[in-house]
């Protein structure tokens, strides 16, 4: 069973569409994440929801809207996309906070705007 | 500049040799990691090793932290040409109310030539 997964894996779409990136963990987490990689492959955290709270916003234009509706799924919107949006979006979760704790990642969503 | 600096930034060496990553970060930690992303590829973890830890095995691979220096070491034994890839470290810091936050460096990318 896959622990994070986001749909789609690959999104091209134009500039000014809006578009939606889901991403579901059944790891039982308390905490979920998004990330951006750009191109030269520095992941940025964008958000951190715990327990369907916002907690950390890095930032992000809004134009990029994150929504939890449980603990299990952190879906992010974006709004009138823009050529530098293209990047790959990874969805993330970690439970507790403490020594042990793990961060989880799935597989990235390459998004492109053309 | 981010929590998380790796250095050096790329790395190429031969089959056969040890490859050595370093990261440093700023802020305290609760632990730190180590993930490999191979090209166009989602995050695999390698190895987490707790702030109040020095040193961790795993396989071929041996991490340190000194957290008085605020930094990590990643030591790769015996590379393999299937050992290319970039490593990224990542620090988990713990706040109150559940806050979470993992932070990643900028990433060594790793080419080891057969």
């Known amino acids: 069973d896959t622990a994070v997964s986001q749909t789609p894996k690959y999104l091209v779409t134009q500039m000014g569409n809006d578009k939606s990136i889901k991403c579901e963990q059944n790891?039982?987490?308390?905490?979920m994440y998004w990330y951006k990689q750009d191109s030269k492959k520095f992941l940025k955290i964008m958000f951190s929801y715990n327990n369907k709270e916002l907690i950390i916003n890095e930032t992000v234009p809004n134009r990029f809207s994150p929504k939890s509706p449980d603990k299990a799924h952190l879906n992010l919107h974006i709004n009138s996309l823009e050529l530098g949006d293209s990047a790959v979006y990874f969805c993330?979760?970690?439970?507790?906070?403490?020594?042990?704790?793990?961060?989880?990642f799935g597989q990235g969503t390459r998004l492109t705007v053309v | 500049s981010q929590q998380g600096e790796e250095d050096p930034q790329a790395l190429s060496i031969q089959e056969g040799e040890n490859a050595t990553m370093n990261c440093s970060y700023k802020?305290?930690?609760?632990?730190l990691q180590w993930y490999r992303q191979n090209s166009g590829r989602g995050l695999v973890h390698l190895i987490l090793i707790r702030s109040n830890e020095r040193e961790k095995h795993s396989g071929r691979l041996r991490v340190t932290l000194d957290t008085s220096k605020k930094s990590s070491s990643l030591l790769i034994t015996a590379s393999r040409a299937a050992d290319t890839a970039s490593y990224f470290c990542a620090t988990l810091r713990r706040g109150s109310g559940g806050y979470q936050k993992v932070t990643f460096g900028i990433g060594t990318k790793l080419q080891v030539i057969p």
């Open positions: 993330a979760s970690s439970q507790g906070g403490g020594h042990y704790t793990e961060a989880f």
């Open positions: 802020t305290s930690i609760n632990n």
């Open positions: 790891l039982g987490h308390d905490t």
